[in-house]
Structures are given as structure tokens and as C-alpha cells.
């Protein structure tokens, strides 16, 4: 779990674009719902998204750990098990409380950097898109929309479930090339939240015991 968590929160410092734009097949319906609800996120002053991460292999999610996410502008924390990742605006911070360790870094401008709704805009680049009808999710009747890589990046596919009416992503499957699976389900939604001025924020004065690296 710890290692697959690890995988998809470091992404930011590896995944980069694939820019093969010419060899795309988009599907129009598939990328109006994927821009309305990215516009939708982006048109709040910040959000935060409570969530279930699922992981197992052949499909089957065995684990499951809660994660919280908070969002503003650029700007973002993370946090799920032992890991903790705050983005300020200009550099990434990924702690992790079991091994006291924070590793620090910035991204480059083709970096995807990991969180509930990356796909969202990732797309453009990286993925050849389908619509694939409605399924029910927790109740809810949901546009089922399929990315596909446009060149190998480990990932076989990747599902993404969306709240039409309310413009929101329910639930992302990514299913890797080693039958590894990772799920994230929104279990709670909140927006325009007063939210504390130090919040993305990385204080060292908490981490003096961490060995810190800088990439």
C-alpha cells in the first residue's frame, strides 16, 4: 500500500507530458464534461475533498485509507497514511511522518503532480479519451469516461466517474500495466472554506528532527 501510494503522490517529480497532441482521439462529449468540471473547480475561491484510496492488483481493490485534499488556486496539500504533501506555489514538499523524512522539490513545467482531479486537465496531452455512457456510483447516476495513454506511462487506463449536475468528479480508477489498481472515491465535497493563512505553508521549525532532502 505504503509503495503504491509512494508511486502515484511522487508523480509530480517524474510524470511528465507526453505531448503527442497529433495522435489524440478525443471524444467531445468526454472533454465538454471533463472542462465543465474543471472550470467548475477553478471558479472557487478553494475546495476540499475528503476521499477514500483503494488499492489492490488484478483489479481488486484489498486496502483502503482515508485522505483529505485542500485546494487554492496553484496551491494544494495532501495528506494520506504517513505522507503529507504541500505544494506552496513554487516547490513540493512531501513528508513522511514513519520514515521522518521530507523531500523537497520544484516542478517543471510538463510535471503532472498528484491530486483527486489531475486527470482532469492532464488529459490534453497525455491521453487518447472516450465517453462511455452512465454508471451508478454510491446512487448517483454518473458520465463514465475512459483516458487511455497516448504512449506507455505505466498505465493500462484510467476511469474517471463524474456528477453531471453537479459538476464534480465522484471516483478515478487507474489501472496499471502490472494489473496494479489505485481508486479514489469523493466522500465529502466542501468549497469556499475559510481556510487557515499557513495552510500550504511548510514551517521547518516542525521538521527539525526530519532528514530533509532537496532534489
Known amino acids: 500500500m505504503k509503495k503504491i501510494i509512494s508511486k502515484i503522490v511522487l508523480a509530480g517529480f517524474v510524470a511528465g507530458s507526453i505531448g503527442f497532441v497529433n495522435a489524440q482521439k ?31 492488483v488484478n483489479g481488486t481493490v484489498s486496502k483502503n485509507e482515508p485522505g483529505i485534499y485542500y485546494t487554492a488556486g496553484d496551491k494544494y496539500k495532501l495528506k494520506i497514511m504517513e505522507t503529507e504533501q504541500i505544494f506552496d506555489g513554487s516547490k513540493i514538499y512531501n513528508i513522511n511522518t514513519e520514515d521522518k523524512e521530507v523531500t523537497v522539490a520544484k516542478p517543471n513545467e510538463s510535471s503532472t503532480m498528484f491530486s483527486p482531479i489531475n486527470y482532469l486537465t492532464s ?58 489498481i ?27 528532527n526530519y532528514l530533509v532532502t532537496e532534489l
Open 182 to 208: 489505485a481508486v479514489i472515491s469523493i466522500k465529502e465535497y466542501k468549497e469556499n472554506q475559510q481556510l487557515d493563512p499557513n495552510m500550504f505553508v511548510f514551517d521547518k521549525n516542525k521538521f527539525k
Open 123 to 180: 488529459y490534453r496531452n497525455d491521453y487518447n479519451v472516450s465517453y462511455n455512457g452512465k454508471k451508478t456510483v454510491d446512487g448517483v447516476s454518473a458520465d463514465f469516461i475512459k483516458l487511455t495513454p497516448v504512449k506507455s506511462n505505466g498505465l493500462k487506463y484510467i476511469y474517471i466517474y463524474i456528477d453531471g449536475a453537479k459538476k464534480q468528479m465522484l471516483k478515478l480508477e487507474q489501472h496499471g500495466n502490472n494489473k496494479d
Open 26 to 56: 478525443i471524444d467531445a462529449k468526454a472533454k465538454k464534461i471533463l472542462d465543465d468540471v474543471t472550470a467548475n473547480y477553478k471558479s472557487k475561491k478553494n475546495s476540499y475533498f475528503k476521499f477514500a484510496f483503494g488499492s489492490g
